[in-house]
């Protein structure tokens, strides 16, 4: 596939494409609100049928960090959860500066299906997460049980018909590359012509 196609510069969109990767260990300081603005421009831009806009964005930073965490915390003890799952769920968010919880908030329509709202939501996150990396973030999108408990989603005031498809964890990378992708994957194995 292309074997002779010169690779992109790592700073073109493409190179920020083929280099993209998560970071699991972030650090302060996170995107500042100029930098969040831009992050949240460039989500705005994903595909969405009929311009809906089936998607909102709870960020949470500083004390927002630890109200998360409370809810989390709340959500645990309704769920029936261990001791050690309550009390690990307090300290969840504070593994990055800024997180962002993404809701798909899916608007009535009788032409664009949840699913193609929830896949718009969706693509938000990654979105967030390669505007970050432009901008020299790390961030890690994480689900977990928290994203399919209800209970949790009524913490957040979130509407029965709306879905959280997304964790995502900013900050500024604790280590230069942590995580080095070995060999990328051969697209060959992916891709089968009809
Ligand atoms: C919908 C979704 C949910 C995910 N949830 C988690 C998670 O809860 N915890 C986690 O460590 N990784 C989770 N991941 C995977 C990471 O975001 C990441 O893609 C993975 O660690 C591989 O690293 P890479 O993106 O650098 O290839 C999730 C990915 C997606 C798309």
Redesign the pocket.
């Known amino acids: 596939m292309g074997g002779m196609t010169p690779l992109p510069a790592p700073d073109s969109a493409l190179g920020l494409l083929l280099n993209r ?2 970071c ?1 260990s972030v650090r302060a300081p996170g995107p500042d609100d100029a930098e969040l603005e831009l992050i949240l421009r460039a989500a705005l831009r994903v595909p969405d049928f009929q311009r809906l806009r089936p998607y909102r964005f709870l960020a949470a930073r500083d004390e927002g960090l630890d109200r998360l965490g409370q809810a989390m915390q709340r959500a645990a003890v309704a769920a029936g959860k261990s001791a050690a799952v309550i009390e690990r769920s307090l300290r969840m968010p504070h593994r990055a500066p800024l997180v962002i919880t993404v809701v798909a908030s899916p608007q009535p329509s009788t032409v664009v299906p949840l699913l193609d709202q929830q896949l718009c939501a969706a693509c938000t996150v990654l979105t967030l997460q390669l505007a970050a990396r432009a901008l020299g973030y790390g961030g ?5 049980w928290l994203m399919y408990d209800r209970g949790f989603h009524r913490e957040l005031e979130l509407g029965e018909d709306e879905q959280i498809v ?1 964790f995502l964890y900013l900050g500024t990378p604790q280590h230069a590359e942590e ?1 080095p ?1 070995e060999a990328v994957q051969d697209p060959h194995d992916v891709l089968h012509w009809i």
Request: glycine share 18%.
């Open positions: 990767r998560s699991h890690l999108w994480r689900s977990g997304g995580t992708h």
